[in-house]
């Protein structure tokens, strides 16, 4: 696999991996949710310092208000926090 595929398929199992541990194995419970920011984002909840944040982040999130986080939901998630990478890196060089 190309580096890019290896990449998708990784995000593709983490989700996986946290999601299928309680209820509906296609979603992300809040609290399922808060164990895979914790576990698999360290350095980004390191900053995170409000529990407050962390609930207003699962509102964000939950496009379709049932109160858990699909797979799309997730990726756009992801999209924006690597978004937000890639502008800080991109500015950090200047």
């Known amino acids: 696999m190309t580096d890019l595929e290896t990449s998708m398929a990784t ?43 962390l609930d207003s982040l699962m509102e964000a999130l939950d496009a379709d208000g049932d109160a858990e986080c699909d797979f799309q939901e997730f990726m756009t998630f992801i999209s924006m926090v690597t978004v937000c990478c890639h502008d800080y890196f991109e500015h950090e060089d200047e």
């Open 11 to 53: 995000i593709i199992a983490v989700f996986q991996k946290y999601s299928e541990r309680e209820g509906d194995k296609h979603k992300l419970k809040k609290s399922e949710l808060k164990e895979l920011l914790h576990d698999e984002l360290p350095d980004l909840m390191a900053h995170v310092k409000d529990q407050a944040a």
